[in-house]
């Protein structure tokens, strides 16, 4: 059933989470296309090998697609996002997935799709189980390929885009989806999936194509042809939109205009506050190729290098010589800022030549991060060598992540050691003086930073996975999702607790969780007294013009203030206010 106000003709107003900027205007599209998953289906013996050369006739297919897209993107917009491309014909090269599927459908008798789409399928689900929200979301990655192989071997044609601007409606939209969008064509979309760090959301702002997600049942409530306003800054989605909503968006167009404007003429000023409290403000990057978005934002190095997906989605673990290669390439880039990389964090059963068929029941308090490292030490002092040898071409720091004792800290430091007095007899050159953090991202940690702060050069608060364990709340589960509070009381407390653990250690304290990034949370983290605060790159100019509107003594306040409050809703309240009086331009409606 269609909603009743959208039919009727009335304004309605949908929020969802705004993922790339901009205004637009048109009749709705909604896209039909529906993937049907293939089942598993026997075929007579004889049939086998044809079934064989329709895969690999399939994939290749795929591959000249995939090629084509990539090479697209790199044109219009870019390497950076082009790359995402090169991720997907990876997973294609993948023989040790390949040759599951080219052995289930010789054994089993199966016919290609079924067979392809099982093994990919297994592989998505492993995904999803993973702690780190940021790493699931790569699933739609592994989907798009599946997904795109299976249609090629059905000979399935895509449904075509209308030839008139519109603005797009989709139940999700993955990396391909979005790379053949006509911008002349779609105004801006809006999906019931994604998020801010999904590859199509960040392709979309590289694209200029504003972009919500987070909007349920859109398929069911409305239809193409429909009136539409969409609000990639606030998140709304607004079927309908009546005579004074369209003129108060006219507003707020130019008002936003001069607001970019703005963020973009003061790039090179520093992150500090008006009575001149210096703030860091760096990245969090996962691929090489977004180093020219760090450069273009003038992020100060890298404050979290992801190396998960150098290890994963690939047939075999990378060599020490490969990572050493890619670290120092980085560390090179980043300049005299440098970049802190955090060693694998990553549940044992993604490493596939690793996890000795690992069944975990819970993934989220299972082996991952630190615990994985210390149980596999040929692969953790392989990446610890790496990122040594890093450490003499760049400014390079490391840091252990899910640390929750004292002991894994001192364990991970003394193979570290290790790694240090093996280079030094082969003569290989390394900063001698390499800062060692560990990540606070569990109650534990944060309990006794006092402890570990003794033991390490920095910290650096992963907050979403803190806030996820202190409150037990899985903010991806949509029954307790109203649960995951960052103001929430106890967060606070122990984000001060550790604050004041490091600074009586005289070492410093970093965020690199979405915490930082909220600018209706800056107030906070400048009271808190946090030297760095990590983000992706779209955030950093909002942070920073919120920084230098804000004199850190009422900051200071603020956080007193909070502490005495007792409730996440009337903490959230008042950082809104002191965020209204002193930048009020950049919460623009």
Known sequence: MFEKGAQSGEEMVLVGIGVSPGIARGPVHLTTDVFEIPE?????????????????????????????????????IGTNDADIFDAHL??????????????????????????????????????RRIGDEYLRERTVDIEDVARRVVRNLR????????????????????????????????????????????????????????????????????????????????????????????????????????????????VDLPAETLDGKRIVLSANIEFESEMSEVHAWRAEGIGLYRTEFFFINRASLPTEDEQAENYARI??????????????????????????????????????????????????????????????????RVMFPMISCVEELREARSILAECQNELRKEGV?????MEVGAMIEVPSAALTADTLAKEVDFFSIGTNDLIQYTLAVDRGNEMVADLYQPCHPGILKLLKNVSDAARRAGIWTGVCGEMASDIMLTPLMVGLGFAELSMSTPQLPMVKYAIR???????????????????????????REVALEYYSELFVT
């Not at 591959?63 to 044109?75: P, V």
């Not at 006509?182 to 994604?194: H, Q, Y």
Request: hydrophobic share 40%; proline share 4%.
């Open 549 to 575: 509107k804000l004199p850190s003594a009422r900051c200071v306040a603020l956080l007193d203030e909070a502490l005495t409050l007792g409730e996440a809703s009337k903490i959230r309240d008042r950082c």
């Open 429 to 433: 050159v390394f900063d001698t003086n």
């Open 90 to 127: 990876l997973m294609l090269e993948d023989r040790s997935v390949l040759d599951e599927v080219f052995s289930r459908i010789r054994k089993k008798a199966q016919k290609a799709e079924g067979a392809f789409y099982g093994v990919m399928a297994r592989y998505v689900e492993t995904l």
């Open 155 to 266: 000979g399935t044609v895509l449904e075509l885009a209308p030839a008139e601007p519109h603005v797009l409606l989709s139940t999700e939209l993955t990396p391909s989806d979005t790379a053949v969008m006509d911008r002349a064509t779609v105004l801006g979309f809006a999906t019931e999936g994604g998020s801010h760090t999904s590859h199509s959301t960040i392709m979309a702002r590289s694209m200029g194509i504003p972009a919500v997600v987070g909007i349920p049942d859109l398929s069911t409530r409305f239809h193409t042809g429909q009136d539409a306003l969409l609000d990639g800054y606030g998140g709304l989605l607004i079927i309908n939109p009546s005579e004074e909503t369209l003129a108060a968006y006219a507003v707020t167009r130019r008002k936003k205009a001069a607001l970019d404007r703005h963020l973009r003429e003061m």
């Open 40 to 76: 598993l289906e026997e075929i007579p013996e004889d049939a086998v090998e044809r079934e064989v050369i329709r895969l690999e006739t399939a994939l290749e297919t795929t591959r000249r697609q995939l090629e084509n897209m990539r090479d697209r993107i790199a044109s219009e």
């Open 331 to 396: 560390a090179s880039a980043a300049g005299p800022e440098g970049v802190i990389i955090r060693t694998l964090d990553v549940g044992g059963d993604k490493l596939h030549s690793l996890h000795d068929s690992l069944n975990e029941t819970n993934p989220f308090l299972g082996w991952r991060g630190i615990r994985v490292s210390l149980k596999r030490r040929k692969l953790f002092k392989s990446q610890l060598r790496a990122i040594l040898r890093a450490s003499a071409v760049g400014r390079v």
